[in-house]
């Protein structure tokens, strides 16, 4: 009894099918069992010279291990990706990435001296930068208090009673260059609106509508293209955006 018990437990495993109508059908779920396949981890890098560094570096391993070509993939102006062909599973290894994690800018309102700082450290010297600079240093707050800073040295000085201000017409709009992408390519110029309020608190707002991301993914777009030539050239490496 218990002979045939397992007879039957086992019978119950086996895949049956069945003809109907002309079509095969099958009383079990089928599923393809894949080989284990050790697949790489993504290395996350902060500039683009570290993922030249590494295509040129790895590029016969990977092309003996799934082929060639190599793509790298413009995403935006702070992410790149490095991807390959499928291999026999139709799986890509994606080997590589390349995040811009540098948010030295960011549009907005900042206080005067907070904005001279930052016209100096975090953005590329343009017409409009000095401008810009020469006019916050002009600027006189509530208390009294007149400063004069070019972002080299600083003048201040204390009046009592009430001060009067020259009155001054500002660009609406002024074009500069803040880092907003990786450092190793050209960071581009754009429009901003400017407005001061009434504490001397200074607001920069993007005016391009964008445009300045096209930009910067084309200019990554031109670095790959000439780190790499030699290995685009001979069919090794895609770039893309």
Known sequence: MLKEAFQYLVSLKENKTYEIDGITYSDHD???????????????????????????????????????????????????????????QEKRLFPYKAVCNDTAFSEGWRKQQNAIIELRSRFIPTPDTEYLIGLISRINNESG????????????????????????????????????TFREVPQPESEFILRLDDDGSIGLFEADGGVWKMEAKDNIMAYFNDELSDEIEDGLVVVMV
């Open 30 to 88: 089928l599923h393809l069992i894949e080989a284990p396949v050790y697949r790489r981890s993504t290395m996350e890098f902060g500039s683009l010279d570290a993922i030249v560094k590494m295509v040129r570096t790895e590029l016969t391993e990977i092309n003996d291990l799934i082929g060639i070509p190599i793509f790298i993939h413009v995403e935006d102006h702070k992410n790149v990706s490095v991807f390959t062909r499928t291999d026999i």
């Open 145 to 180: 208090i007149q400063s004069n800073d070019n972002g080299v040295s600083q003048t201040v000085t204390v009046r009592s009673g009430v001060s009067l201000m020259a009155s001054e017409t500002i660009k609406p709009r002024i074009c500069l260059k803040p880092f907003r």
